[in-house]
């Protein structure tokens, strides 16, 4: 599938998301993955950040709150851009990109990339690695929330005659490439790839891995969440804490 595809699958996606987006109860974000997000980013104060596929813009918002100098959000779909502009608040800034090929960018302009969740719709994910590494001063750190790659082979729960989980199925597990999901009623594509390749890649482009985390919730968590009780059985994404090291080029 290629570029154009994606991006039409993405603006057909883009009102029901922009929607949800914007709920405030938005279990797998508010749930889920902004804290351990925030937490892998640390101090945000003063740096230069860059959000690769920021959708309509809610985590740009959050680094800006949270006293970045300045955030840009790149996404490739531009209903999502111009709903992430409309809530602007200076310190953040949009553009119609594509975050595998980001040329227009300086080297070492950046402290701090974000990457919500983007990986997963990118055919070439290790483009945006390179691209990323080249955009990083040295010392600064790409924090990467992905689709787990044991969740995005297959994804389906096992279910009993009475609908009851079982077990989430895991095959087909080194057939990495395309996958077809349906999200908000909307059809649209994904990329499964192993944790071994993730990993290879990023220490190829250069970095040095800080930190895996497999977000799930606690008892108490799940008592304001209990939609996300599935959380507490298999782990459904994964984030990797990256760092571009001093005295690396
Ligand atoms: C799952 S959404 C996540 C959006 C946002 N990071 C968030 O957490 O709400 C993935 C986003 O990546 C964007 N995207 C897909 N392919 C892209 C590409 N090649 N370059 C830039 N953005 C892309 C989509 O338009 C979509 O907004």
Redesign the pocket.
């Known amino acids: 599938m290629n ?1 154009n595809h ?2 039409q699958e ?1 603006i057909d ?2 009102t029901p ?1 922009i929607k949800k ?1 914007r709920e405030e109860r938005n279990p797998t ?1 508010t749930g889920l ?1 902004d804290k351990p997000m925030l937490e892998a980013c640390g101090d945000v104060e003063g740096l230069r950040a860059l ?9 740009c918002r959050m680094l800006a709150e949270r006293g970045v100098a300045s955030v840009l959000g ?4 531009e209903p ?1 851009i111009e709903a992430a502009n409309q809530l602007a608040s200076g310190r953040d800034e949009y553009r119609v ?4 090929e980001m040329s227009f960018l300086g080297d070492e302009s950046f402290d701090l990339v ?5 990986q ?4 070439d994910y290790e483009a ?1 690695n390179r691209e990323v590494y080249r955009l990083l001063k040295p010392g600064g750190r790409f924090i990467v ?1 992905n689709l787990h790659p044991m969740r995005s082979a297959v994804g389906a729960w096992h279910r009993s005659p009475d609908g009851t989980k079982e077990h989430v199925i895991v095959d087909k597990y080194f057939d990495e490439g395309e996958r077809q999901w349906v999200m908000l009623g909307v059809r649209f594509t994904n990329f499964h790839r192993s944790l071994e390749r993730y990993v290879r890649s990023y220490l190829n482009a250069g970095f040095r891995i800080e930190s895996i985390v497999e977000p799930t919730i606690t008892e108490e968590e799940l008592k304001l969440y209990p939609e996300l009780d599935d959380e507490m059985r298999v782990p459904n994404f994964i984030i990797f804490a990256l760092r571009k090291e001093e005295g690396r080029g």
């Open positions: 570029t994606l991006k993405w996606l883009s998301w987006s974000r993955l959000d690769c596929g920021c959708g309509e813009g809610r985590f790149l996404d490739l779909c999502m990109a594509d975050v595998q974000v990457s919500y969740l983007n997963c719709d990118l055919p945006n929330a």
